[in-house]
Nanobody, 119 residues
Framework: QVQLVESGGGLVQAGGSLRLSCAISGRIFVINVMGWYRQAPGKQRELVAG???????KYADSVKGRFHISRDNAKKTLYLQMNSLKPEDTAVYYC?????????????WGQGTLVTVSS
């Protein structure tokens, strides 16, 4: 059974930084591209950063140059370093493989971690 446990969110002022972590159980971490997603109020969930098992990364244009994704394969942990945060980064952040893990017809997600950026 796959489990995704995100942590590290909180309230931060614009311009500040946060580091998110995601502990992952199951084989998905080793063999797949892993990513951080976010869902802002009233908006669809979007992929903001991804990293392959060998460390190649990709970023959404909105976070490029400010966010940095990394992974520790031994610890099965995914990280997202977020710098120069903006109010529009406010969202619930989730980790998952890219594309998201599915159990039958349903996507499997963790509880997410809330990031709130005040202006």
């Amino acid at each position: 059974q796959v489990q995704l446990v995100e942590s590290g969110g909180g309230l931060v002022q614009a311009g500040g930084s946060l580091r998110l972590s995601c502990a992952i159980s199951g084989r998905i971490f080793v063999i797949n591209v892993m990513g951080w997603y976010r869902q802002a109020p009233g908006k669809q969930r979007e992929l903001v950063a991804g990293v392959t098992s060998s460390g190649n990364t990709k970023y959404a244009d909105s976070v490029k140059g400010r966010f940095h994704i990394s992974r520790d394969n031994a610890k099965k942990t995914l990280y997202l370093q977020m710098n120069s945060l903006k109010p529009e980064d406010t969202a619930v952040y989730y980790c998952n493989k890219d594309p998201p893990y599915r159990n039958g017809d349903l996507e499997v997600w963790g509880q997410g971690t809330l990031v709130t950026v005040s202006s």
